[in-house]
């Protein structure tokens, strides 16, 4: 529960750094949706997935947008274009481990990059599956697992690992685990899907290293929120040499590694 609470609290801190952009996260899909469908957005932040959802693949007679950070909702509740557009959004705070909806409630369900910071992801899966109608459809997209060698992030865990106890580095590392693309097609087929389709897609670029050294803690900061004062002034201190070490004088190599779950649950 307490790492629950920690990830929504470091996404309430970010909340105006969401919902901005237009593009579309699920081009490979073959359908849009009929207007009479519903429609639920597991982790929907500050509604930016729900809306760029209904502008690329259609609008739902119903949506309801679920997060497990207040603030991020209360950002969502503001942007007055997107509850027109639905005809009605619900936004409510809770858990993608447990959702608060009884099962076959809904024709589509899409979450894109949130189911990251899981402690199961069958657990997921399998309440996805549940709130799904028969024959409902799963658009589902996350960071996967090969973002943990991120430079960038492997400056942040090295540095925690210097720091910090094996006892303590543990739960602080699990807070961000991302599966793979065969542990997400594993927990998709067994949660009960059909025509499970699994696509990965990397994207490379050169970050400037300073810019990370202010930007990412505040990214990471749940990493950091256990720690007392000094700890914490000491990971970002070796953070920072890890991160110019690393960048040998030029640009700090960085890259997005996404895992994209399409899948159906069977009539
Ligand atoms: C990177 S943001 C993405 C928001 C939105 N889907 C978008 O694309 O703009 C990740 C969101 O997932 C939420 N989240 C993380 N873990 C969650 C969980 N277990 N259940 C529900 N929401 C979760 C966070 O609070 C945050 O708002």
């Known amino acids: 529960m307490e790492t629950r609470n920690r990830i929504a609290r470091n996404y309430d801190r970010r909340a105006q750094d969401f919902g901005g952009r237009s593009d579309d996260d699920f081009p490979q899909l073959g359908w849009i949706m009929n207007a009479r469908e519903t429609l639920l957005d597991v982790g929907c932040g500050a509604g930016g997935s729900l809306r760029r959802f ?10 309801v947008g679920l997060d497990i950070s207040p603030g991020m909702l209360r950002r969502a509740a503001e942007d007055t274009d997107l ?3 639905a005809g009605g959004v619900r936004w409510i705070l809770g858990d993608a481990e447990s959702l608060p909806f009884t099962s076959e409630s809904f024709d589509v369900v899409i979450s ?6 899981l402690s199961s ?20 997209k996350f960071r996967g697992d090969l973002t943990l060698e ?8 090295d540095a925690l690992a210097q720091e910090l106890s094996a006892d303590r580095l543990r739960p602080i590392l699990d807070m961000y685990r991302p599966s793979s693309a065969e ?29 990370l050294i202010q930007r990412f803690p505040e990214i990471a900061g749940y990493m950091l929120e256990p720690l007392t004062h000094g700890e914490r002034e000491r ?19 960085e890259f997005g590694y996404s895992v994209t779950v399409l899948a159906t649950k069977p009539s």
């Open 112 to 117: 894109v990059n949130s189911l990251s910071h």
């Open 121 to 140: 992801l069958d657990r997921a899966m399998r309440n996805q599956h549940r709130v799904l109608r028969r024959g409902g459809r799963l658009a589902m």
């Open 150 to 157: 991120r430079p960038v992030e492997r400056a942040m865990r």
């Open 183 to 211: 542990g997400a097609r594993q927990s998709t087929v067994a949660a009960g899907f059909g025509d499970v389709e699994i696509l990965t897609s990397r994207r490379d670029w050169v970050s400037d290293p300073q810019e």
């Open 54 to 63: 209904m502008q690329h693949h259609g609008s739902a007679s119903r949506a």
């Open 83 to 85: 509850a027109l557009n």
């Open 235 to 253: 990971v970002l201190g070796q953070f920072r040499r890890n991160v110019l070490e690393a960048s040998g004088g030029d640009g700090l190599p």
